[in-house]
């Protein structure tokens, strides 16, 4: 019994043993770590975030964040009263009617045809195009520009509400490039007019819009220019007089308002020029001086009258102001008058200087188109006109512009169709300069060819300048009408052409059938 009791003595002592090692070992484990945690080096700590720097406190940049205030409250009084114009138009109507191919003389127009923006056409005869507009009444009128709806068969506009109405074009003006379309709806929010002849470069506008489709966007920027010219080398009646701007317009911007910092609008977005078709610092607007009454006539009548003198001017500058004994370097210098015309009738001579317009007065060339354009056929106006140094005053009884191109036009159609493809115009001093021709060159200049008429098949193309027709010497685009209207139906016509810098024969063959 001694022997086993001694022998659980000494189990329960090592049982003991071992558990006091192992509390022991955990507990100088535990001692370790616990002096590691406190005693580990402060570089392994992980490292806090330093500060940031403040912002900039409001007395630094409060002009800056009032601007930025200003600029939404702009936005936010415009944006509602923007629309997205949506067109099904005949392909042929639009593809046709303005100068964003002409690669003779105007390349760096976008190819959109101005910056209406077009999509693919889902059969051949239509297409299917967008543009912008601005409402300027609450009770649906909206402005655009022409070369959004010409031709349209359908139009929908968007609304900022996202609402989609069907709209009905009222008016259109080409030479203008301005619409009015309308929907029926009441309580729209709209944009008052401002006066785009009391801009200045440098002022801020705001372009609005729906570029490439992203429909309600607003750029910034100054008015870059004023009175920019009439870019088009094909009509030299289009009024120019552009707003010129660096707020970023691009396809789809046509027909978007131009406003000023008072939210009103004071031009109608219309056309850029680059060298890629896209935005690169200049844009262009017509001026409100021209919208505004080219709109009211098209809301009370559908259509504008423009009155015409029928006559070619440019201005006058520095360099030739000598010449005509002129103090100033300012006026419209005529260049040339149309037979027959009114400039003609009421006693305009080459060379006459106009000073003033029913005693207001005229700057330059295109300030005298924009206030001839305004008048109503048949009204007379009173030119005060610098002649060798004196003055004179010339009374002039407009006609309306076209009268005299339908009548020529009837004078070479056959059957109502076009009898020998061509369209004809004067040789401008500017087209002149253009196509570098020679001071003694003067004739008819082929503004357009029909594709597979007498005049394509002989070779005719834009750019060239009739000189005869059937041996007789033309002057002017009325005298080469006037020679082909006088041939015999079936007759072939003899034209002697400058083109590329030499004069050819060729021979119109009238079309069979």
């Known amino acids: 019994m001694s022997n086993w009791m001694e022998n659980q003595a000494q189990k329960i002592s090592r049982t003991v043993s071992k558990r006091i090692i192992v509390s022991a070992l955990a507990a100088a484990l535990a001692l370790g770590i616990g002096t590691y945690e406190f005693a580990k080096p402060s570089t392994a700590a992980a490292a806090a975030p330093a500060q940031a720097a403040p912002a900039l406190d409001e007395n630094s940049v409060g002009a800056l964040l009032s601007l930025d205030r200003a600029m939404e409250s702009l936005a936010a009084r415009v944006t509602p009263a923007i629309v997205n114009v949506t067109v099904t138009s005949k392909s042929n109507a639009r593809m046709n ?4 191919d002409d690669q003779q003389g105007m390349q760096q127009f976008n190819p959109f045809g101005q910056f209406g923006m077009p999509m693919q056409p889902q059969r051949p005869q239509i297409e299917h195009g967008l543009g912008s ?3 300027i009444s609450p009770d649906g009128y909206i402005v655009t520009n022409n070369h959004v709806v010409d031709g349209a068969v359908d139009v929908n506009v968007t609304l900022s509400d996202r609402r989609i109405l069907p709209a009905k074009v009222v008016g259109t003006d080409s030479l203008t490039d301005l619409a009015v379309i309308k929907v029926n709806a009441s309580d729209l929010p709209s944009v008052p007019w401002g006066d785009s002849t009391q801009l200045h470069p440098g002022q801020t506008v705001l372009a609005f819009g729906n570029p490439f489709g992203l429909r309600f966007t607003v750029t910034r920027g ?19 007089q552009f707003i010129q701007t660096d707020a970023a317009i691009n396809p789809g911007n046509s027909g978007g308002p131009l406003v000023n910092a008072r939210g009103e609008v004071v ?9 890629n078709g896209t935005f690169s610092g200049m844009g262009f607007a017509i001026p409100t001086q021209i919208v505004r009454p080219t709109v009211d006539n098209l809301i009370k009548f559908g259509k504008v009258s423009h009155g015409y003198m029928g006559i070619g001017i440019s201005d006058v500058t520095p360099e030739n102001s000598k010449f005509f004994d002129l103090k100033k370097a300012e006026g419209a210098l005529v260049t040339q008058i149309e037979p027959n015309s009114p400039g003609a009738k009421g006693g305009l001579k080459t060379g006459d200087v106009i000073t003033e317009l029913d005693g207001k007065p005229v700057n330059d060339a295109g300030e005298l188109q924009v206030q001839v354009g305004q008048k109503s056929p048949g009204t007379t106006i009173n030119l005060a006109v610098i002649r060798n140094g004196k003055n004179v005053t010339v009374p002039v009884t407009l006609e309306a512009m076209g009268s005299r191109n339908g009548e020529e036009e009837s004078a070479s159609n056959e059957h109502g169709k076009p009898r020998w493809g061509i369209g004809l115009q004067d040789l ?3 087209m002149r300069d253009q196509l570098q021709a020679p001071k003694d060159i003067s004739g008819a200049l082929v503004g357009n060819v029909q594709p597979g008429s007498p005049a394509d098949n002989a070779g005719l193309q834009r750019g060239d300048v009739i000189l005869e027709v059937n041996r007789h010497a033309v002057q002017s685009a009325s005298d080469a009408v006037q020679e082909l209207g006088k041939i015999s139906k079936g007759q072939d016509a003899l034209v002697l052409v400058w083109s590329n810098g030499g004069n050819t024969y060729r021979v119109l063959h009238p079309s069979q059938g």
Do not use: M
């Open 428 to 430: 401008s001093p500017d």
């Open 97 to 100: 009617t303005d100068d964003g």
């Open 267 to 275: 031009g109608i977005n219309t056309f850029l020029i680059s060298s």
């Open 133 to 135: 507009g601005v409402i």
């Open 222 to 240: 100054i008015v870059s220019a004023l009175n920019r010219p009439n870019p088009s080398a094909t009509d030299r009646r289009k009024p120019g």
